[in-house]
Structures are given as structure tokens and as C-alpha cells.
């Protein structure tokens, strides 16, 4: 099993739709999770971290399973601009590294 | 600085020549990662630094590959004797709190595409 593997897509959603993507990680005794955005041929960015209680931002909701180890994000009321690539990051026991998986792609549509 | 200024943004260069990278973090933080993204995959972990601490190398690839950082400032990666599989968009990022705190968000460069011909 991979450290962290994600469903690559592409998801391709109408505006307006609701959107969820999951996560999985391999490392049961991972610390800290977040999810980041990166449009193309740009930067990741932070989009929100992932609380064990789970967490919601605006339209944007993230969860986490420790018992399944998996993390979720969805997104509700898609808008053309929530197109991007999503990265699930896994921060394990070893601290210094943080772990991307290799994204989810979401194309918004109008 | 406002944000993490990485330089240069393009970089071409022919197979064996060694290449220099800059990565300038944001003043005050402490923590200082290089990662590697080749096209359309994900982020490759390279290199942690973390105040004066030893840095943690393990994701350096091979021998031809360092980095250095003085102090909380500027780091370079170096390659030596680049080769083709080392085209990739080299990203550095940096974090106000340590990787041990869990809650270090990482603000990221814009990057640095190399492409070895």
C-alpha cells in the first residue's frame, strides 16, 4: 500500500454539484493531515488543515477516519474557480517529512 | 521577504553541467524544505531544514544532489552533472513551526523548472 494514495481523476462536476474526494495513508501512527490546492503549473497552497473532530471552511468540509485511515474533502456548491489539483498531505512519526500524494484533479464545468 | 522567492524560475541546461538553485523563505521561519515535482506527478520529499539542526537528506536521490542552508536564511540545491531525469520543477517551501510542532503549514515558492537537454 502506498503512503498516501489518492484518486487521481480527473472528477468532472457541473457548477453547483457537491464533491467529495478521499484519502488514504499507510501509516497508522501519522500525526497531522492537510489538504492543499495547486492550479496548474503553479505552487501548492494550504487549503485547509484536517481535524480529528473534522473541520468545515465555507463550502469546503474536511474529515479524518483514523480507524479506515483515510481523510475527506468535500467540496458543496461547486464554483469554476474550486477547479484544481487537490493534495492530501500525511505528516507521519518521522517529523521532518510531510508526505503529498499525488492529487485529484476536479474540473469544474459550467 | 512576503513570500518564499525562489530563483531562477527556468532553468536550461545540458546534461553534465551542474546547476545551483535558490530558495530565500520567509523571514522568521525556521523550517525549510526542497521538493521535486516531474510533470504530471506528485511532490518528491528532498530535504529538511530545521533552525541549526543537522538537516534530514533522506530524500536526496543520489550523491549528486546537496543542499545548504546558513542559519534560518537562504538555502541552494545543487545538482552536479545533471541529467535528464533530473528535469523537474524544483519546489522550495517554509514553515513558521518546526515539522514536530503537526501543525507546520507550508507556504510555497513559486519553483524552479529545470530542464536538462
Known amino acids: 500500500r502506498k503512503e498516501v494514495e489518492q484518486d487521481p481523476g480527473p472528477f468532472n462536476v457541473p457548477e453547483g454539484a457537491t464533491v467529495a474526494f478521499n484519502c488514504t495513508y499507510s501509516?497508522?501512527?501519522?500525526?497531522?493531515f492537510f489538504w492543499y490546492r495547486q492550479d496548474c503549473r503553479k505552487e501548492p497552497k494550504l487549503l485547509m488543515s484536517?481535524?480529528?473532530s473534522g473541520n468545515e471552511d465555507g463550502r469546503f468540509t474536511a474529515q479524518l477516519n483514523r480507524a479506515s485511515q483515510y481523510i475527506s474533502l468535500l467540496i458543496r456548491d461547486s464554483k469554476l474557480s474550486d477547479s484544481a489539483t487537490y493534495l492530501c498531505v500525511v505528516m507521519g512519526s518521522g517529523y521532518s517529512t510531510l508526505t503529498f500524494g499525488k492529487g485529484t484533479m476536479l474540473l469544474v464545468s459550467p | 521577504g512576503a513570500g518564499v522567492s525562489q530563483s531562477p524560475s527556468n532553468k536550461v541546461t545540458e546534461k553534465g553541467k551542474d546547476v545551483e538553485l535558490r530558495c530565500d523563505p520567509i523571514s522568521g521561519h525556521t523550517a525549510l524544505y526542497w521538493y521535486r515535482q516531474r510533470l504530471g506527478q506528485g511532490l518528491e520529499f528532498l530535504i529538511y531544514f530545521q533552525g541549526n539542526s543537522a538537516p534530514d537528506k533522506s530524500g536526496l536521490p543520489s550523491d549528486r544532489f546537496s543542499a545548504e542552508r546558513t542559519g534560518e536564511s537562504v538555502s541552494t540545491l545543487t545538482i552536479q552533472r545533471t541529467q535528464q531525469e533530473d528535469s523537474a520543477v524544483y519546489l522550495c517551501a517554509s514553515s513558521l513551526l518546526p515539522a514536530s510542532s503537526g501543525a507546520n503549514v507550508l507556504t510555497f515558492g513559486a519553483g524552479s523548472r529545470l530542464t536538462v537537454l
Open positions: 484536517v481535524y480529528s
Open positions: 501509516n497508522s501512527a501519522s500525526q497531522s
